[in-house]
């Protein structure tokens, strides 16, 4: 599976980006599927994840409330909206497919990554 993150760039507080991933190689319905980031001179960190069925979505507490993730089963893409976006925002923004249909919180979980989309907030 290749993942390809799009979406990322420079945005002022308060403001909104939409990240976009597709995968190509083979089809992605039934695995979970997850946003990580990594801030400049961090570790990387769990942002959202969703269920193979999309019915199921976990945040981290950073993000809950102002960030969404969603998925086309169809087009084999996953999306993060971002609203009301931080500085403490920026960081370079991943997109994983994980072994099992649960879109966990623990990067060992998941199988494949993408290279990564850099979103940066200003203040």
């Known amino acids: 599976v290749q993942l390809q993150a799009s979406g990322g760039g420079l945005v002022q507080a308060g403001g909104s980006l939409r990240l976009s991933c597709a995968a190509s190689?083979?089809?992605?319905?039934?695995?979970?599927l997850g946003w990580f980031r990594r801030a400049p001179g961090k570790e990387r960190e769990f942002v959202a994840g969703?269920?193979?069925?999309?019915?199921?979505?976990n945040y981290a507490d950073s993000v809950k409330g102002r960030f969404a993730i969603s998925r086309d089963v169809a087009k084999n893409r996953v999306y993060l909206q971002m609203n009301s976006m931080k500085p403490d925002d920026t960081a370079i923004y991943y997109c994983?497919?994980?072994?099992?249909?649960?879109?966990?919180?623990?990067?060992?979980?998941?199988?494949?990554w993408g290279q990564g989309t850099l979103v940066t907030v200003s203040s």
């Open positions: 969703i269920s193979w069925r999309g019915g199921n979505t």
């Open positions: 190689g083979r089809t992605i319905s039934n695995n979970g």
């Open positions: 994983a497919v994980a072994r099992s249909s649960y879109g966990s919180s623990h990067p060992e979980d998941y199988q494949y």
